[in-house]
């Protein structure tokens, strides 16, 4: 991974990607021309080795810490960081129940950071990607966001914790009323508040040439769904695997039109019909729930 941090921006630049034989992966995290200090952070665990030795499926992470709030870069570091060590530490859970010990887990670890002098009142979203066989897995706190892209069709796979998300949910206001409301910053769940953390957990089904697209409110403020499901669409007719081309595209797009808020993008492209890892049913983490 590549990590170009200063003392004026936060967690700086971060690029990183990887080619496995099922699937390629691409992270890109920018400060954008807006904001001074970049808090969002993304990372992953994608191990090279053939996938009939993995304990546990790939996992990608984005995190968007709080702006306005004491260390919003930090938090969002410290979620990513936490999330990805407890993923990798391994145990006999299902990789439901796994992916949301890993969040819990860095609630946790947000949480203590707080407590530090300098910290305290930080917090931060963070949006999971796991896949378990022909199936993927997405945890998510906050309004960072996972969509499943299929041929041109982008599909929102999680629901925002957010006060304008609820009020659409409820048909308060309409989604033009949302685009500007002045709450649409405030978030009803983030990592780091509280000991204990609500997370959701959203599964679907996964096919060849699915891309998968976790990103910071930055990225999809800037860049609308049927924006994403064409640009996709037409990398993938160009040239197969796309994740590099695809996070620099919609980054590259969100950051022209003067993104308001930090822009991350992490995107995993799936390259084969083959179950992701591959079968496992003779471990405990692949067990029938």
């Not at 990103?215 to 769904?225: N, Q």
Request: charged share 20%; proline share 5%; glycine share 8%.
């Amino acid at each position: 991974m590549s990590v170009d941090p200063s003392a004026d921006a936060g967690n700086g630049v971060v690029t990183s990607h990887g080619v496995l034989a099922k699937l390629t992966w691409a992270l890109r995290s920018e400060p954008g021309d807006v904001r001074p200090h970049n808090e969002d952070y993304t990372g992953a665990f994608a191990p090279t080795t053939p996938d009939d030795a993995w304990d546990r499926g790939p996992l990608v992470v984005v995190a968007d810490g709080l702006g306005g709030h004491a260390a919003g870069e930090v938090a969002s570091r410290v979620a990513v960081d936490a999330a990805i060590a407890d993923w990798t530490r391994g145990s006999a859970q299902a990789p439901r129940q796994a992916l949301r010990s890993a969040v819990r887990t860095a609630n946790v670890a947000v949480y203590d950071a707080a407590l530090e002098s300098g910290h305290h009142g930080m917090g931060t979203t963070i949006t999971a990607l796991t896949f378990a066989g022909h199936n993927a897995l997405v945890a998510n706190v906050g309004d960072s966001r996972a969509y499943r892209i299929r041929g041109d069709a982008c599909e929102q796979l999680t629901a925002d914790h957010s006060k304008v998300a609820e009020m659409l949910r409820m048909r308060l206001i309409t989604p033009e009323q949302a685009a500007n409301h002045p709450a649409r910053s405030m978030l009803t769940r983030s990592l780091g508040a509280d000991p204990g953390v609500q997370v959701d957990i959203v599964e679907t089904d996964v096919v060849r040439d699915d891309v998968f697209l976790l990103c910071s409110d930055g990225l999809w403020d800037a860049v609308g769904r049927v924006e994403m499901g064409a640009i996709v669409a037409g990398l993938i007719g160009e040239r197969s695997p796309v994740a590099v081309e695809v996070a620099a595209a919609l980054v590259d797009l969100a950051l022209k039109r003067d993104a308001p808020d930090n822009v991350t993008a992490a995107v995993v492209h799936v390259t084969s019909d083959r179950p992701i890892p591959c079968s496992a049913g003779r471990r405990s983490l692949f067990r029938r729930r």
